[in-house]
T-cell receptor, first 115, second 109 residues
Framework: EPEVTQTPSHQVTQMGQEVILRCVPI?????FYWYRQILGQKVEFLVS????????KSEIFDDQFSVERPDGSNFTLKIRSTKLEDSAMYFC?????????????FGPGTRLTVL | KNEVEQSPQNLTAQEGEFITINCSYS?????LHWLQQHPGGGIVSLFM???GKKKHGRLIATINIQEKHSSLHITASHPRDSAVYIC???????????FGKGTKLSVKP
C-alpha cells in the first residue's frame, strides 16, 4: 500500500541553525501539507501546496519557513533560523485532491528538537 | 475560525466495552475526519464523513450536520485500540484541517 515517508525521524539542532525536513508524498497525489504538533498540544496546520506554489498558510508559517518541491517526488519544509519554540513533531500529508471530501495520508513525522 | 471540541479528554475502558468519543464544532463544514494517533506519534486516517454514518470493522462514525456534532464508536474494545483519537474539520478550500485536542483512550485487559 502506498505511504507517505518522512526523513529524518528525529532531528536535533542548535538554535539559529537551518533545518530541512523531507517528505515523499504518495506518488499520484497532487496536494501536500505540513502540520506540526508541539508536545502535549493539538496538531496545527502550517501550509498547503499545490501546483508548485503555496495555496494556503497559517499565521505560524512566517518568513522563517519555506516549502519546496525540488523534484517530482520530494516535498521539503525549511526553517531558516530555528528557535526553541520550533521544537515539535512535524507531519507531512498528501491528498489526491484538495477539496474536503478527500482523505489525507500522513507521514510518520519528524521530531525536531531545538537546543 | 472553526473551534473543534472533543470529549472526553481521557477515557479508560475495560476490554470488551463499547466506547463513544464525541466531537463538536462551531462553524458548518464540508467534511469531518477521525484520525488515530499511535503512542509513537504516527497519524492514521480512520474516517472522513460529510453526512450520515460510516462503519469499518469495529469502528463506527456518525455525523449530524445540523447539530454540528460527530461521534466515534468502538464496539468490543481491545487493548490494541489504545491510542489518541482526533477529530478534525476542514479549515478552508484547500483541504487544510483544524484539529481537536484529541481523546486519549486506554483499554485495559
Amino acid at each position: 500500500e502506498p505511504e507517505v515517508t518522512q526523513t529524518p525521524s528525529h532531528q536535533v539542532t542548535q538554535m539559529g541553525q537551518e533545518v530541512i525536513l523531507r517528505c515523499v508524498p504518495i506518488s499520484n497525489h497532487l496536494y501536500f501539507y505540513w502540520y506540526r504538533q508541539i508536545l502535549g498540544q493539538k496538531v496545527e496546520f502550517l501550509v498547503s501546496f499545490y501546483n508548485n506554489e503555496i495555496s494556503e498558510k497559517s499565521e505560524i508559517f512566517d518568513d522563517q519557513f519555506s516549502v519546496e518541491r525540488p523534484d517530482g517526488s520530494n516535498f521539503t519544509l525549511k526553517i531558516r533560523s530555528t528557535k526553541l519554540e520550533d521544537s515539535a513533531m512535524y507531519f507531512c500529508a498528501s491528498s489526491g485532491e484538495a477539496i474536503s471530501y478527500n482523505e489525507q495520508f500522513f507521514g510518520p513525522g519528524t521530531r525536531l528538537t531545538v537546543l | 475560525k472553526n473551534e473543534v471540541e472533543q470529549s472526553p479528554q481521557n477515557l479508560t475502558a475495560q476490554e470488551g466495552e463499547f466506547i463513544t468519543i464525541n466531537c463538536s464544532y462551531s462553524v458548518g463544514i464540508s467534511a469531518l475526519h477521525w484520525l488515530q494517533q499511535h503512542p509513537g506519534g504516527g497519524i492514521v486516517s480512520l474516517f472522513m464523513l460529510s453526512s450520515g454514518k460510516k462503519k469499518h470493522g469495529r469502528l463506527i462514525a456518525t455525523i449530524n450536520i445540523q447539530e454540528k456534532h460527530s461521534s466515534l464508536h468502538i464496539t468490543a474494545s481491545h487493548p490494541r485500540d489504545s491510542a489518541v483519537y482526533i477529530c478534525a474539520v476542514d479549515g478552508g478550500s484547500q483541504g487544510n484541517l483544524i484539529f481537536g485536542k484529541g481523546t486519549k483512550l486506554s483499554v485495559k485487559p
